[in-house]
């Protein structure tokens, strides 16, 4: 790849216009835009503390916080699946919206007030929802919702499914909002707490087991539960902590160990330090967003000698070994730029491009031994910063020294982008090539927005995870999973 280096860097510049253009919008934006020129003086690697400030990192989070702030519908909370391409709501996205509010209003950005009133009208949206079996016009059943609403009314989108991965991370924001605003004065903190203990009461979990003991992945109207359980290991372990702490309709504690059984066929020993693995790093990412897993240990913990903190930094070091090896040959990839998630892809086709017949996706999973098609997406590394700062920080330098606001604009990084598909002869799905730099995708996704913005805050202060360890059905479920150690041992 060949490009005159001055013109990545002034396009990569931060400040003045450039900055006021993306961030001036809505209350987040700052009274003054403040000047950083990229590159800046840098914290060296190695030396800087979570609790310090790292300017790069600072411009990433506030904007990535930007994005739910000024995205969200303020009467209804609901929060887009993407921007700027118009779409439905994304349930999941509220959960990590709900759970930025907090974040913007702790780090000044807006007011605890503001912050308490869309959190307010999202969780009465929620409580007011239609819920019942009917093909259209609800939002949800037994207290779970559809994966994605109409943002007009609120309702089931298109024939979705009632997701319960997606409810699970819905109230992973909604249990945070009942947790941190805790102010006993006033009414509007009162009535989020009510509203978000209403809205976890109401989930059926002990409903959505046809094949015990295990979560089915979701339920149609049509058809009735989705064919396919929670039985492998995934994202879903904030699904099985809710469900098992729930005072309503509680799964078994024997369903934690039933499940975490099934885990071994996941062991990878590809490298020296082996893991259980799931190739995308959004499965290890969404549920340690809310849950401090560091220092606590289940029986299958105890098996491998490591808890799933651990395992989630094992995972994200092999996704960096995974860029050097570079199996494939992609363009791009090496120490400091990879990352393999769910995301927005160029679309399905294949090309020739080095000699080679390259094959393409559009939105999909992503990962090592997996499908790999040279797409990069930042939220994969970013996502994973409070596991691994060591080599996450570099990664965001380096993609963002390298491909400057080609991927890297209003709302921070773009969901993804593919230094191999730099052809312009190819019918696109998703995002644009170019020149010099490849394929980018046009859009920011808000369940790739989440984990950046969260986990930078977990990595800088530890709030949400500080916050969630006084949340009783967060304890009360990982204790029934039969956790213990770490904070689980302070009272």
Known sequence: MTFDRRDILRAATIGGAGWLAGCTAGPLAPKRAPQMAFPGVLPKIGTTPASASDPLMDDIQRRTVSYFWNTTDQVTGLAPDRWPTPSFASIAAVGFALTTYPI????????????????????????????????????????????????????????????????????GGVLFAQTWFDDEADPAERE?????????????????????????????????????????????????????????????????????????????????????????????????VWIDFRSLMDTYSKRRGFGYFENSRRATYAQRRYAINN??????????????????GPGNFVREIDGRNREFFSYSARGPGDR???????????????????????????????????????????????????????????????????????????????PIACMIENWRSGLIWKTMQKNPYIRAGLERAGFAGGWLSAR
């Open 192 to 288: 989020i707490r009510a509203l978000a203990d209403q809205l976890y009461r109401a989930v059926e979990w002990d409903w959505i087991t046809p094949r015990k003991p295990f979560v089915s992945m979701g339920w149609h109207p049509e058809s009735g539960f989705i064919g396919s359980d929670w039985n492998i290991y995934n994202e879903s372990l904030i699904l099985y902590v809710l469900a098992l702490g729930s005072p309503t309709h509680a799964l078994p504690p024997t369903t934690w160990d039933a499940w975490t059984a099934k885990f071994d066929p996941s062991w990878d020993e590809k490298y020296d330090d082996p893991f259980t693995a799931f190739p995308p790093l959004f499965g290890h990412q969404y549920s340690q």
């Open 372 to 450: 790999d098609d040279g797409t990069i997406a930042p939220t994969a590394a970013l996502g994973s910063v409070a596991f691994a700062p060591e080599i996450v920080l570099p990664a965001a330098r380096a993609m963002y020294s390298t491909y400057g606001t080609a991927i890297y604009d209003r709302y921070g990084f773009r969901d993804s982008f593919n230094p191999t598909l730099t052809r312009s002869d190819v019918k696109l799905q998703h995002g644009k090539v170019v020149p010099y730099i490849g394929w980018v995708a046009d859009d920011f996704l808000g369940i790739d927005q989440g």
């Open 327 to 344: 199996p494939g040959r992609w363009r791009g990839y090496g120490e400091n730029v990879w990352g393999l998630t769910a995301c927005d």
């Open 104 to 171: 913007a209003a702790t780090r000044g950005w807006i007011t605890r007030a503001a912050a308490a009133q869309r959190t307010l009208a999202t969780l009465r949206f929620f409580a007011n929802a239609p819920q019942g079996p009917d093909k259209e016009g609800m939002s949800g059943y037994k207290g779970f919702f559809y994966h994605f609403l109409g943002v007009t009314k609120g309702h089931r989108f298109a024939k979705t499914e009632l997701s319960t991965i997606d409810t699970a991370l819905l109230l």
